[in-house]
């Protein structure tokens, strides 16, 4: 069993700034590549960045400059900073993590989702 547990979301204005953060705690063996992805009303879930286990990020053309991804391998975490907001970022913004569990079953899983609002 592996749980993702997000949190940080929440309401900010235009501008702002927010710290996401999701855990992986369970069965797990390693943890490959973690990412964020989010889900805005009316639309697709689309990645936002995302980050290898040797530190390597890739981020959305929409983000690239405002937000950044890391991780920290001891803590099974991995942190999104978003900066300079914009009402076009508001998403549910969920975690994922490619997982090799104890069991050597290699899986991707999904935190529940954190509402991020931007707004005035």
């Known amino acids: 069993q592996v749980q993702l547990v997000e949190s940080g979301g929440g309401l900010v204005q235009p501008g702002g700034s927010l710290r996401l953060s999701c855990t992986a705690s369970?069965?797990?063996?390693?943890?490959?590549?973690m990412g964020w992805y989010r889900r805005a009303p009316g639309k697709q879930r689309e990645l936002v960045a995302d980050?290898?286990?040797?530190?390597?990020?890739n981020y959305a053309d929409s983000v690239k400059g405002r937000f950044t991804i890391s991780r920290d391998n001891a803590k099974n975490t991995v942190y999104l900073q978003m900066n300079s907001l914009k009402p076009e970022d508001t998403a549910v913004y969920y975690c994922?993590?490619?997982?090799?569990?104890?069991?050597?079953?290699?899986?991707?899983?999904w935190g529940q989702g954190t509402q991020v609002t931007i707004s005035s």
């Open positions: 369970g069965s797990i063996s390693s943890i490959y590549t």
């Open positions: 994922n993590a490619d997982i090799l569990t104890i069991v050597k079953s290699r899986s991707n899983f």
């Open positions: 980050i290898t286990s040797f530190g390597r990020a």
